[in-house]
T-cell receptor, first 112, second 112 residues
Framework: NAGVTQTPKFQVLKTGQSMTLQCAQD?????MSWYRQDPGMGLRLIHY???????DQGEVPNGYNVSRSTTEDFPLRLLSAAPSQTSVYFC???????????FGDGTRLSIL | AQSVSQHNHHVILSEAASLELGCNYS??????LFWYVQYPGQHLQLLLK??????LVKGIKGFEAEFIKSKFSFNLRKPSVQWSDTAEYFC??????????FGAGTTVTVRA
């Protein structure tokens, strides 16, 4: 999936640990976002950014922090992991409002 | 905020059968509409999109969707499915902002 790179692909954490999920893109897209995918719930927006230095909350922001210091990177931080955050996380980018989103391959996160 | 409803949670078909997946959204203004597909273990891929113009949209792999504004619907169709169409299908909507709202998804299983 050229353009949007997520690392790591898999991670297991213990409750209370912290972790940063990385998302990098080389398409110079201004808009970046993080979703979590849970069975029967589709994808839910966690945080998004419309450009470097600008972030905002999505539908389910609690327990997650983001920052956007560069156009290319949009890391997602879990400060104190909880079992409810076990999910598959997708990063997505888009060039502008009237374009579809491009998704990364996802990070499968398990919290014990 | 917009919301998206997908009517079917799981659809099971035989090869060569026709497929129609329902999608309704709730938002009174101008919307952009998308169908994404997620094959097992993979990221989301764009099947088709509607921004404006002809309400009958043709996408990849023989899929099409029809936007009916009066019904707030964007149903996905394929006349004859193949085993390789086994996947999860997501309808998504974004209005006058960058946030993309997803339906809960429909799992399609095609039996050979």
């Amino acid at each position: 999936n050229a353009g949007v790179t997520q690392t790591p692909k898999f991670q297991v954490l213990k409750t209370g640990q912290s972790m940063t999920l990385q998302c990098a893109q080389d398409m110079n897209h201004e808009y970046m976002s993080w979703y979590r995918q849970d069975p029967g719930m589709g994808l839910r927006l966690i945080h998004y950014s419309v450009g470097a230095g600008i972030t905002d909350q999505g539908e389910v922001p609690n327990g997650y922090n983001v920052s956007r210091s560069t156009t290319e990177d949009f890391p997602l931080r879990l400060l104190s992991a909880a079992p409810s955050q076990t999910s598959v996380y997708f990063c997505a980018t888009k060039r502008d409002l009237n374009q579809p989103q491009h998704f990364g391959d996802g990070t499968r996160l398990s919290i014990l | 905020a917009q919301s998206v409803s997908q009517h079917n949670h799981h659809v099971i078909l035989s090869e060569a059968a026709s497929l129609e997946l329902g999608c309704n959204y709730s938002y009174g203004g101008t919307v952009n509409l998308f169908w994404y597909v997620q094959y097992p273990g993979q990221h989301l891929q764009l099947l088709l999109k509607y921004f404006s113009g002809d309400p009958l949209v043709k996408g990849i792999k023989g899929f099409e969707a029809e936007f009916i504004k009066s019904k707030f619907s964007f149903n996905l169709r394929k006349p004859s499915v193949q085993w390789s169409d086994t996947a999860e299908y997501f309808c998504a909507v974004n209005a006058d902002d960058y946030k993309l709202s997803f339906g809960a998804g429909t799992t399609v299983t095609v039996r050979a």
